[in-house]
Nanobody, 115 residues
């Protein structure tokens, strides 16, 4: 079992920045894949960033150049740095990890961007 707790969401003005955190209950070295999804009101869930165990990153086209996924093994924490926020980034952001082919999810943290 893995517990994930996100934090760092909030309300910001367009053009601002946020850093979302996802704290894991065990060593993140054990995860084969990690990432962040978001879901805006009335829209489907969207995968925005992934990070593999060998440090390969990938991003959705809508966020390339503005979002950065990273990890801190010493803190068992996954991050999502969001820069140049846009109103369309408003969504509930959830982290996930993959361990032994099982997916685990956090409860989500809300990001609201005002124009």
């Amino acid at each position: 079992q893995v517990q994930l707790v996100e934090s760092g969401g909030g309300m910001v003005q367009a053009g601002g920045s946020l850093r979302l955190s996802c704290a894991a209950s065990r060593s993140i070295d054990s995860f084969s894949n990690m990432g962040w999804y978001r879901q805006a009101p009335g829209k489907e869930r969207e995968l925005v960033a992934t990070l593999t165990s060998d440090a390969y990153t990938s991003y959705a086209d809508a966020v390339k150049g503005r979002f950065t996924i990273s990890r801190d093994n010493s803190k068992n924490t996954l991050y999502l740095e969001i820069d140049s926020l846009k109103p369309e980034d408003t969504a509930d952001y959830c982290c996930y990890v993959v361990l032994d082919k099982n997916d685990y999810w956090g409860q989500g943290t809300q990001v609201c961007v005002s124009s």
